[in-house]
């Protein structure tokens, strides 16, 4: 069999099991309606507080193409590394209460770059079994030894370290699990990590900008900050609607980075126009308050007019509200009815969920009005009254 015959029946192969992967063509901006096909409202994007295509965002970004061009040219080491940079990061870093921060392409570079950053061969990754994949595989990637420690069990992840001894070890966990949307007990793993000389690692990536005061994130929610042990990644392409990633921590921390975060070092520095519109989407986050303020609204009056009709939620306070199905073809069936009726939601399956976990993966935002979940609610009931949920 030759490589096309090979990856042609693996292809067929993935339709047979209802796992294929496919895109969505998006015809317009990002918000709480979009247009495919035709247009649908959308429960299931990132763009938590609707900010994807605010007007200030977008002032932003012109202005800054005006000024600084569209490029960086470089890499930060090199000569990429702006003045709206530096004035980023450290404003970044005195919002979430950090000595530093530091500016990435992705989450993924970040993820990567953090945990390949600090240990060679002797130093051991302990990571949730739930974890997102960029970090699982930062982790396989990484020179030292990955262990996964069962969801959230914090007996378990003491255990591990207690019989690491003193091997230099790093605890790495989402903040907000992104497909269950649940939290991290994140106040037993700072303890852990300062009780055991170890690092915390926390990606909140779907917590900042949503929870804490002012959307300082998950850290800030369990009064903590990315001092000490504790180490903190924030995406700008979920809550604040734009593009790349901050670490966050001590400043011995950042400095460690920029002299051995491969990802760093050998990529070219963000554009201006994506740093300028997180900077707008950081001043965003105090001054509309309200955005947060509605959010929640929405999330509690989700979970109890879903409890009203019977509708069995996974745990979560967060803007992910997970629905399992359990089955493939029935997810893809509720997704594909959802759509009928006008609905966007995405039907989550393996390997992205663990197996026989498929779910609907409904995310609601600052954007969405309480007509926009009235709808959504309707046609969930219905899918509730067919069998399918």
């Known amino acids: 069999m030759n490589w096309h015959q090979q990856l042609a029946s693996e292809l067929e192969a993935a339709e047979a099991q209802h796992l294929r992967r496919v895109r ?96 060679d061969r002797e130093g051991v990754i302990l990571q949730d079994k739930l974890n997102h994949a960029s970090l699982i595989d930062a982790g396989r990637l990484s020179r030292a030894s990955l262990q996964r420690y069962s969801h959230s069990d914090m007996d378990s992840l003491e255990s591990r370290l207690r019989e690491l001894a003193d091997k230099p070890a790093l605890m790495a966990t989402d903040a907000v699990f992104s497909m269950d949307g649940d939290l991290a007990d994140l106040s037993s793993i700072s303890s852990l990590a300062e009780s055991y000389g170890a690092l915390a690692y926390f990606d909140d990536a779907h917590g900042f900008g949503v929870l804490g005061v002012q959307g300082r994130g998950s850290l800030n929610s369990q009064n903590l900050r990315p001092r000490g042990n504790n180490l903190m990644l924030a995406t700008m392409g979920k809550a604040l609607g ?24 050998y990529t070219t520095a963000l554009p201006p126009t994506v740093i300028a519109t997180n900077a707008a989407a950081l001043s965003l986050l105090v001054e509309e308050g309200w955005r947060r303020d509605h959010l929640h609204t929405l999330i509690n009056g989700f979970r109890e007019e879903a409890k009203s009709i019977g509708l069995e939620l996974m ?3 967060t803007p992910i509200q997970p629905l399992i199905v359990g089955d493939n ?30 779910r609907l993966r409904i995310t609601l935002t600052a954007a969405h ?6 709808q959504l609610l309707e046609a969930l009931s219905k899918l509730k009254s067919e069998g399918l949920l």
């Open 24 to 119: 969505n063509v998006v015809s317009s901006p990002q918000g709480p309606e979009i247009s495919l096909d035709r247009q649908l409202i959308n429960f299931c994007s990132n763009d938590y507080l609707g900010f994807a295509n605010h007007p200030k965002l977008i002032e932003a970004a012109v202005a800054a193409a005006k000024k600084w061009g569209v490029g960086s040219g470089a890499s930060h080491l090199v000569c990429g590394h702006q003045e709206l940079a530096e004035d980023f990061e450290r404003d970044f870093a005195d919002f979430v209460g950090a000595e530093a921060a530091l500016l990435f392409s992705t989450g993924y570079m970040a993820n990567f770059a953090v945990i390949n950053a600090f240990f």
């Open 329 to 358: 073809s029935r997810a893809l069936e509720c997704s594909a009815k959802l759509r009928e009726a006008g609905i966007l939601v995405t039907a989550i399956r393996p390997p992205t969920v663990p197996e026989g976990s498929a």
């Open 315 to 317: 745990e979560s306070d």
């Open 369 to 374: 009005s309480e007509d926009h979940l009235r």
């Open 242 to 265: 734009s593009f790349g990633a901050v670490v966050a921590g001590d400043q011995v921390f950042v400095n460690t980075l920029i002299q051995k975060a491969r990802p760093y070092i």
